[in-house]
Nanobody
Framework: VQLQASGGGDVQAGDSLRLSCTAS????????IGWFLQAPGKDREFVAA????????NYADSVKGRFTISRDNVKNTVDLQMNSLKPEDTAVYYC????????????????WGQGTQVTVSS
């Protein structure tokens, strides 16, 4: 199983970025996907998650109204649209997968991508 996160970059506060997570080696529609961030010296934190079908989503309070998670089960991708970015969003962003239900606990996830850096300057 391989997960690949991409789309990070250096932006200014207020800008937008779209992260993508692609998966291979499994039946994509059988996995829930979560996005997590990890800032230097801090624990990995939940950002957003989406159910296997894409019908149900969940967001951290800090990103509600700014970030949108979506998935395409034909293309085997999950995107995280990030708008109105803030300097405190700066972190490495990881996508992760687990079978059945999504979760906000990183310890519940079985598979992880390598991470993509997002840097937001004020």
């Amino acid at each position: 199983v391989q997960l690949q996160a991409s789309g990070g970059g250096d932006v200014q506060a207020g800008d937008s970025l779209r992260l993508s997570c692609t998966a291979s080696g499994l039946t994509f529609s059988s996995i829930a996907i979560g996005w997590f961030l990890q800032a230097p010296g801090k624990d990995r934190e939940f950002v957003a998650a989406i159910s296997r079908s894409g019908v149900t989503t969940n967001y951290a309070d800090s990103v509600k109204g700014r970030f949108t998670i979506s998935r395409d089960n034909v293309k085997n991708t999950v995107d995280l649209q990030m708008n109105s970015l803030k300097p405190e969003d700066t972190a490495v962003y990881y996508c992760a997968a687990r079978y059945v239900r999504f979760s906000g606990d990183p310890g519940d996830y079985d598979f992880w991508g390598q991470g993509t850096q997002v840097t937001v300057s004020s």
